[in-house]
């Protein structure tokens, strides 16, 4: 249902059991016998909530599916308490989002590098994360992703062994770190620009299952630069919106999102 909705070539179906397993009550469908119609899920980090996979089947559109699901899938966000909600909306999908309440915030850039190229020499500042290392990640991210999420770090830790990278500072603290997913770079965050591009180097030291891409915040007006000079291209975008009261984060530290779903 979401190749049909979403196109591409893209298999979303490991991620899916990876947010079911960190949360399977944000998680709506929509159906009819057998057949899902729609979907989408929410992650809740306490002090905001994320929404994402929001689909619905081509030809089941225009029937009201994706509003429902919608309202659902709120309701259960502000039973649980938490006031604002974020979403990273299509041209399609915002007019939908602008009428429940949402408004426009920044905006998301894909960027894909032009050919999955072969690895190239890794930094030596450049160390190899685990999951041993969750709580010296949470300790840079959490301020500047704006909640813990630290349950999700770890399943991604987990899910992509020696694919995630750090930098130290003079402390010996984290000052970045980045994970290469299958065919994506992210989470990947870095205050200063000098880290971020010694990590995504780290990360193009790995071979990737097609063309790597990044997806990254608007406020991050670096990033277009630092990736240019890899390869990488914008090729799609996003709108980022907001419903409920500002939320406290550091977009312009966020080079690489996990995904359109998870922030």
Partial sequence: MLKAAYGGREGRAETLRRFLTLDAGGWRVAVDGNTILGCVGALD???????????????????????????DVLAWIGDRGTASVLLDATAAGAPLYTSLGFADE?????????????????????????????????????????????????LWLAAFPGRAFGTRDRSGELSGFA???????????AREAAVAEVLLVAALSLRFSDAPSVISPGANRAAREVLARYGFAQTGGTRHMRRGPGVSQERASIWGQVNYAAG
Avoid at 48 to 63: I, K, L
Avoid at 123 to 149: N, Q
Avoid at 179 to 189: D, F, H, L, S, T
């Fill in 45 to 71: 980090y306490g002090r905001f909530a994320y929404v994402g996979m929001m689909a619905v089947r081509p030809d089941a559109q225009g029937r009201g599916i994706g509003r429902a699901l919608m309202q």
């Fill in 106 to 154: 920044d905006d998301v850039c894909l960027y894909t590098r032009a050919e999955a190229a072969g690895p190239t020499a890794r930094p030596d500042s450049a160390i190899t994360l685990g999951p041993d290392d969750v709580e010296r990640i949470r300790r840079l991210d959490a301020p500047i992703f704006g909640a813990d999420w630290q349950r999700l770090l770890g």
């Fill in 179 to 189: 994970i290469a997913q299958e065919n994506r770079i992210g989470p990947w965050v």
